[in-house]
Nanobody, 125 residues
């Protein structure tokens, strides 16, 4: 059993930055792929970024490439999402997720086994 807790969301102006954190408890994250997803009002949950354990694979949604950076600190059981140049379209609840398969940074929601409760990110114009 893994518990995930996101933090770092808030209200920012367009063009600003936020850094989200996800802390895991119960088990270390060293062998897991970690991902970030988001869900805006009236929309389906969508993939944002993922980082694998074996091979160091990283993937991003096209909409965030060049603006967002995913990283992990296994010693602290923490995954980060640095978000720069935020747009109003980035407004959503952001969820941290863990995939017990260590090989790929999957963009498929059903590949992930554990989920946090989410943290709200609101970008104002």
């Amino acid at each position: 059993q893994v518990q995930l807790a996101e933090s770092g969301g808030g209200l920012v102006q367009a063009g600003g930055s936020l850094r989200l954190s996800c802390v895991a408890s119960g088990r270390p994250l060293s062998s897991y792929t970690m991902g970030w997803f988001r869900q805006a009002p009236g929309k389906e949950r969508e993939f944002v970024a993922g980082i694998a354990w074996i091979g160091g694979r990283i993937s991003y949604a096209d909409s965030v490439k060049g603006r967002f950076t995913i990283s992990r600190d296994n010693a602290r059981n923490t995954v980060y999402l640095q978000m720069n140049s935020l747009k109003c379209e980035d407004t959503a609840v952001y969820y941290c997720a863990a995939d017990t398969k260590p090989y790929f940074a999957s963009a498929t929601m059903t590949d992930y086994d554990y989920w946090g409760q989410g943290t709200q990110v609101t970008v104002s114009s």
